[in-house]
Each structure stands twice: as C-alpha cells, then as structure tokens.
C-alpha cells in the first residue's frame, strides 16, 4: 500500500488552484493527470529577463520586460496575415506586438488602447520596427519574475501558468528519508531528494540534481526488477533434466555454431536447478535462436514435461509450428498450434491433448496462457516477445502454474545494453553472437526514390530468373498520407506488369487470407510479396534474395535492420535496395548510413538507441510498463551499472526492504510507480 505521505502528490491534477476543465485538457495532452505528473514534468531550461524604463535601454536579442501602452490595431489584409498591436514606451517609442495565427479579438482583449501593460519576451528589430512576437502581458504593476523556467507546453496552457501548477506541486512534496547509499551521496555531492527536485524546478541550469533525480528514478527500476528477480528465485521450481533421446533424434542441417553450443549450455544448466529459469535469449536475426528454443523444449519432454512456445501474431505462431513441425519430423514429439482463430473440434482435440499430456509442445498466441488452457505439466514456457510481453505480463505468466515453468524470453531485436538491464534486469542474458555456415551478408544499397522504374526493371531480371522478392511500403491506405507509397497502390501497378506472380499483404487482412498469401509466396507460386511491415519478424523464404524498401527514411534502425532480414537466408547473394526521398534529416542520413556499412545488428541497437531513445527502441510500449520521466539516455547509461550494484548491496546486505534504508527504498518504489514489486514481494 503506498505510503500516506505520498498521497497528496498522487491526487488528481484537479486538486491544484486553477486546474478547471478547460486546462485539463492541455496537460492533460502533455500526460499531466495527477500532481506526481507536473513534479516530474521538469523545465528544459530558463529565460532571464532584463527590466527596462525605456526601449532605447533595451539590447536586441535579450529577454525584456517593460511597462507600454497600446496605441493603434493594425490586422493585414489576409485572414493568415499577423496581428500587429502598435504600443508606446514612456517616451513615446514604438513597439510592435506581434501575434501569428491568433484571432483578433484575443490580442485585443488582451491589450486595450491606451492602457498600460507590462509585456515581455524576446527583442527583435524588423525591418526598422522594434518588436515581440506572442509577448507575455500583466498588469503595469505586476511583479515579473526576472528568472523563469522555461517548460515544454501544449496549446491553450502558457509558461506562467505552468511554473504557477509546478510551485503548488513543491508545495505538496514531502520530505523523505535518504535511499540513496551513504557512501555514494556523498561521493557524487547530491542534495536531498526534496532539495534536487526543488532545484531543478527553481534553477534548470544546474545538473547536479538533475543528476540526482535521474539516479533515484534508475535505481528504484533496478530496485524492482531484483525484486522480482529475489523473489522468483526463492519459488521452487521443477528440474528438467533431459536424457538426450530427442535431441540425438534431430537431424540438424549444419554444425551449431559455438555460440549456440554455449548457450545451450546455459540453459540446460538452468533447468536442471530447482529454482526457475527466467533466461533473456538475444540473437540477431539468423543467429539460430528457434534451434537454441527447441533443444531446451526437448529437455523438457524429455524430461516428462510440457512446453509452450509464445509468439506475438498469429502469423508468427504458425510460421514457427511450421519451422518446428519440420526440424522435429522423424523425432517421436507430438506437436500442436493454438491460436484465437482456431474453433470447434479441432481447438477441443487440442485442449484435450493438453490436459491428457498426450501433447508435448503447444505452439500458439496469448491465448495459450490468458484462455482456461490446462496443461498437464507445463515444464517450460518459450517467449518470442519481439518487445511486446512486458515485464508485468511475465510476472502474470510466472504466477500463473501452482509450480513456476521455467522460462525462456526470445528477443528478435538485439537490445542495447542499457535498455537489457533497464528492461530485462530481473534476467540471465545470453547472446548469439555468431551467424550459422550459409548465411551470406546482405548487400545493402540507397537509392533515390525516383529511380523506381529501373527498381522495376532490375526487379523484372530478379524474377525472370527464377527468384523471389519483397517489396515493403509504410502504410496502407492511399488516403491516410496521400503522398506516401500504399501497399494497394503498389501491388496493383506490378500486376500490371507482372500479372498474378504478385501477392500483397498487410495488417488488416483477415487472418486466414494473409496466411494463404503467405503460404503461396513460400512455395514460389509467387514471386514477390508486397507487403507493410507485417513480414518484419519471422518469415522465412530462403528463395527470396531481393528486398525493397520504399521511403526508408521514414523507418527506424531497428525496423530496417528487421526488414533485411527476410533475405540472405539462402546460398544466393542476396540485396537490400533503400529507397529514400529528397528532403533527408541529419537523423535520417545517419541511420541509411549505417544500414549500409553494417549488418550487426547489436552496433546498430546501440546506435539506434542513440538516436531515437530508449521508449522508442522498445517499440510499443506496453501498458502498465516502466516508462522514464526523469533519466535521459545518456544518464542511464552513465549510471545503469552504479545504480544496479546499489540495488544489490540493499537486497544482499543492507536487509531488502526490511531495514532503514529498506523504508526509504519501500517510498522510493511507489514515488516512481515501480511497486509492483513490493506486491510481488508480499505475495511471494
């Protein structure tokens, strides 16, 4: 139960002065539905201004303050033409008020004729007119804080009115006792969590307890997940230990490669303890990770256990029931799929071979865990989550059997390092980090969107020749961005020239119709695929040796370096054409950059992380997921590993959540929402 002297900051946004219905809604648009909120919402710096008697006193370029008097209305003649409001300084020299995009009665009403306001922004000279555009107004005696902060804004809620919501949140902010470890308060010279979060307000400029929150906000994340880590460690579990029948059964088609070895290792290492494996698998894409999920889901049945292999789509779940089905013929596994659309007898017969135990591997969407599915012993649960399973939902699926499955989580995407402990922390880490024999580096190429027709040719030899290809468009529906390249329009203009060897799909296919496209283009009964970016994980057509991209610019490095790799999968050389447009971002001319000097897929992680930003990296975020207000990517990075060594020490030595320090630590969890952890705690 969160701390009573928390409460007031966790009170609706509506508790503050002035916060009616009408300003709900802009801070409501900045994510601003509770005080915490507006604490958190920091300045991203300040404006110092200079209080002046007289104009001529003014520099250009400065902030100012002065008291003036309206004197003339001057509107232009289009509707989109500025509003001027001409005023006079006390000695009678002119300042134009300018104001774009406003409607006239609002400047007016703001600025009557011949009254004296104080107004204030920054000085310009326009063509021989002094003036200030969207200036602030208050009364001529009104006291004008000469140094203010400058906060991030939506329309309808203005800098002073925000700055007035942050000083009421100060207020409701209660002192806490210190989390933070003595040694390292003192080493790095923060202030108190109340003196940090006060100064950054007041002062943005100054770092230190900018600093200070950021690390409060990282280690209560740390604190979290080696919370749930202690506490899943402390249930008992089933150990698997296989006597190697199944796997000796496989007939692999190469050698595996060390990295596979090692890891295969690790994992049998881990279920063979009581204790339940929670294990985080990353591999890029082709590094073999559904032969590494296999051999630990043969363990199991081996062993007399069940497994179940989660997959994010139903696509996906099918394609790996595919994959599984054949790498397993000959092995005697009784294997089944589940997904929402399977109906009637067929998902009886399934449910019924669960709950028998005459199945041994479920392949299937959330629906295999979220459903009244009752397995006759679940050994082993396999997540290819692609970002979309959250730490929460892996909690929920831990709690889920009377004795926790051990659990193996698939990530599709290398992740940086950063974003593994941040997001993954409660987890043992391995890593494929060598490719199979056979895999050939793709070719990557960027070229000018309107060089398409010869893309249309080279994609006319591609096919003539037997191969396959795809072709990836962002969106759609023509309608949504008439500019942008739609899926539809596409696939109908190589019809034209290409007849029935194209197939299109995209996200709002129905299921079965997208499965059959996709079954056909497997099978070459089609030579290119059309597609959005549905086919980003997963499918597998080693046929296929061509890839395009349209306006590339617009996706991100991780999504590309995805897309990619759907080719290269056979002995053939395959390449990855990037169309671009013509107006490139510096971001943009980066990311093609690299897509073109690399193909690993952990240094573009990290790079894409670099310039996109944790949240985005990780894709959609779940709800009820750890989000950062307070630490920037560059302070995670720099404090990650402080930060989950202190966690450690307070759950290794100082006592977990038990002692002095434990209490502070048990306020710090709830102040920044991580405390599903404590419930965790209680319940384990």
């Known amino acids: 139960?969160?701390?009573?002297?928390?409460?007031?900051?966790?009170?609706?946004?509506?508790?503050?002065?002035?916060?009616?219905?009408?300003?709900?809604?802009?801070?409501?648009?900045?994510?601003?539905?509770?005080?915490?909120?507006?604490?958190?919402?920091?300045?991203?710096?300040?404006?110092?201004?200079?209080?002046?008697?007289?104009?001529?006193?003014?520099?250009?370029?400065?902030?100012?303050?002065?008291?003036?008097?309206?004197?003339?209305?001057?509107?232009?003649?289009?509707?989109?033409?500025?509003?001027?409001?001409?005023a006079v300084d006390v000695a009678g020299d002119y300042l134009s008020l300018t104001y774009f995009g406003a409607n006239t009665g609002y400047a007016k009403k703001l600025l009557p004729l011949g009254e004296s306001r104080l107004v204030s922004g920054k000085l310009e000279i326009y063509g021989d007119m002094r003036q200030i555009v969207h200036p602030e107004i208050g009364g001529p005696d009104?006291?004008?804080?000469?140094?203010?902060?400058?906060?991030?804004?939506?329309?309808?809620?203005?800098?002073?009115?925000?700055?007035?919501?942050?000083?009421?949140?100060?207020?409701?902010?209660?002192?806490?006792?210190?989390?933070?470890?003595?040694?390292?308060?003192?080493?790095?010279?923060?202030?108190?969590?109340?003196?940090?979060?006060?100064?950054?307000?007041?002062?943005?400029?100054?770092?230190?307890?900018?600093?200070?929150?950021?690390?409060?906000?990282?280690?209560?994340?740390?604190?979290?997940?080696?919370?749930?880590?202690?506490?899943?460690?402390?249930?008992?579990?089933?150990?698997?230990?296989?006597?190697?029948?199944?796997?000796?059964?496989?007939k692999l088609p190469y050698v595996p490669t060390g990295a596979q070895t090692r890891t295969i290792g690790e994992i049998e290492g881990d279920m063979r303890q009581a204790t339940p494996m929670v294990r985080l698998l990353q591999g890029d894409v082709g590094s073999g990770k559904t032969l590494v999920a296999l051999n630990a889901m043969l363990v199991a049945v081996e062993a007399g256990a069940q497994a179940a292999m989660l997959a994010p789509t139903e696509i996906l779940a099918r394609q790996h029931y595919d994959t599984l089905s054949r790498m397993l013929s000959g092995v005697d596994v009784r294997i089944a799929v589940l997904t929402g659309r399977d109906k009637g007898r067929a998902r009886e017969a399934t449910l019924m071979g669960l709950a028998d135990g005459s199945i041994d591997i479920l392949v299937g969407t959330h629906a295999i865990f979220q459903e009244a599915v009752s397995y006759r012993r679940l050994g082993l649960a396999v997540v290819d989550e692609q970002h979309r399973f959250g730490v929460a939902q892996r909690m929920l699926l831990t709690a889920k059997a009377e004795?926790?499955?051990?659990?193996?989580?698939?990530?599709?995407?290398?992740?940086?390092?950063?974003?593994?402990?941040?997001?993954?922390?409660?987890?043992?880490?391995?890593?494929?980090?060598?490719?199979?024999?056979?895999?050939?580096?793709?070719?990557?190429?960027?070229?000018?969107?309107?060089?398409?027709?010869?893309?249309?040719?080279?994609?006319?030899?591609?096919?003539?020749?037997?191969?396959?290809?795809?072709?990836?468009?962002?969106?759609?529906?023509?309608?949504?961005?008439?500019?942008?390249?739609?899926?539809?329009?596409?696939?109908?203009?190589?019809?034209?020239?290409?007849?029935?060897?194209?197939?299109?799909?995209?996200?709002?296919?129905?299921?079965?119709?997208?499965?059959?496209?996709?079954?056909?283009?497997?099978?070459?009964?089609?030579?290119?695929?059309?597609?959005?970016?549905?086919?980003?994980?997963?499918?597998?057509?080693?046929?296929?040796?061509?890839?395009?991209?349209?306006?590339?610019d617009r996706f991100g490095l991780a999504q590309l370096h995805q897309l990619r790799g759907r080719v290269g999968r056979g002995a053939e050389r395959s390449v990855c054409l990037l169309l671009r447009g013509n107006a490139l971002s510096e971001t943009s001319r980066a990311r093609l950059a690299l897509m073109r000097e690399t193909n690993d897929g952990f240094r573009i992680a990290e790079e894409d992380l670099r310039l996109r930003g944790g949240g985005e990296v990780l894709g959609t975020?779940?709800?009820?997921?750890?989000?950062?207000?307070?630490?920037?990517?560059?302070?995670?990075?720099?404090?990650?590993?402080?930060?989950?060594?202190?966690?450690?020490?307070?759950?290794?030595?100082?006592?977990?959540?038990?002692?002095?320090?434990?209490?502070?630590a048990r306020t710090a969890l709830y102040l920044f929402e991580r405390d599903a952890a404590v419930s965790l705690l209680r319940a384990g």
């Not at 700055?163 to 040694?183: D, H, K, V, Y």
């Open 621 to 664: 975020r779940q709800s009820g997921e750890a989000r950062f207000r307070l630490a920037s990517i560059e302070q995670m990075t720099a404090m990650i590993a402080t930060a989950t060594d202190d966690a450690r020490l307070l759950v290794d030595r100082d006592g977990g959540l038990e002692g002095a320090r434990g209490q502070a």
């Open 403 to 552: 004795t926790p499955p051990h659990l193996l989580v698939m990530t599709a995407t290398p992740i940086p390092r950063t974003l593994t402990l941040t997001t993954y922390g409660e987890m043992d880490v391995s890593r494929l980090d060598e490719m199979p024999p056979g895999r050939t580096p793709v070719e990557t190429r960027v070229i000018s969107g309107e060089r398409i027709d010869e893309v249309v040719d080279g994609l006319a030899r591609h096919i003539s020749e037997g191969k396959q290809a795809y072709w990836v468009c962002p969106l759609v529906e023509e309608s949504e961005v008439s500019d942008r390249a739609a899926a539809e329009a596409r696939a109908a203009g190589l019809k034209l020239r290409f007849g029935d060897r194209i197939g299109l799909v995209h996200g709002r296919m129905k299921p079965p119709e997208k499965d059959a496209v996709m079954a056909a283009f497997a099978s070459g009964a089609l030579s290119v695929l059309v597609a959005t970016t549905v086919i980003e994980v997963g499918v597998d057509v080693p046929n296929a040796s061509l890839i395009v991209i349209e306006e590339s």
């Open 1 to 86: 139960m969160r701390p009573d002297l928390l409460n007031p900051l966790f009170a609706e946004i509506a508790a503050l002065k002035g916060v009616g219905p009408a300003l709900a809604k802009p801070l409501e648009r900045l994510g601003l539905s509770r005080v915490v909120d507006v604490l958190f919402h920091l300045p991203t710096g300040s404006v110092t201004r200079h209080r002046v008697e007289r104009l001529d006193d003014a520099v250009p370029g400065e902030t100012v303050a002065i008291v003036v008097s309206p004197v003339e209305y001057r509107g232009g003649r289009s509707p989109r033409s500025p509003m001027n409001v001409h």
């Open 142 to 250: 009104e006291a004008l804080a000469l140094r203010e902060a400058i906060y991030p804004l939506s329309e309808g809620l203005t800098g002073k009115k925000l700055n007035q919501l942050a000083a009421q949140a100060l207020e409701r902010a209660p002192f806490l006792s210190e989390w933070i470890e003595p040694g390292l308060l003192a080493t790095r010279g923060w202030p108190s969590w109340h003196e940090a979060i006060a100064t950054a307000h007041t002062d943005p400029d100054d770092t230190l307890p900018r600093d200070r929150l950021a690390y409060d906000e990282i280690f209560a994340n740390q604190l979290a997940l080696m919370l749930v880590r202690a506490s899943t460690r402390r249930r008992r579990g089933t150990p698997l230990i296989g006597d190697g029948r199944l796997r000796a059964a496989l």
